[in-house]
């Protein structure tokens, strides 16, 4: 599995730290991450299909594109991090929800009561099942 992100170079705001914050967890979660500035690399954005398709048709407007596989899941804005972890099957390394039996167990940690408290809520890994 793979992320694409194709996007146009902009001055950081809250939400693209947000993404940069999100995609730095995934990252570390062993999920493999491309992203691609389209001004600089436009060959790059060429070899994914639909994400070429969506360019040709919106043009920059259609900017940050984002991918899975070859699967555009997201585009025109920044998907905030429930959103982008929504698309993966991540779990935290969190021990405070090891062995719970209720709602939360094997979520994100937004999800646990310990959260607050626990040292690992932002470290996600990506479940066996996914390469």
Known sequence: MKLY????PS????TTLAFDTALTDLAASGLRISR???IMEPEAIAAHPDAADLYEQEGSKALPIIAVDDVVMSWETY???DELLSWFDVQPPCAQTAGRDDASA???CAGCAAAANCPSANNFRLSPDHD
């Open 79 to 81: 998907p905030d991090r």
């Open 11 to 14: 001055a950081p705001d809250e």
């Open 106 to 108: 094997g979520k994100n």
């Open 5 to 8: 992100v194709f996007e146009a």
């Open 36 to 38: 691609y500035d389209v």
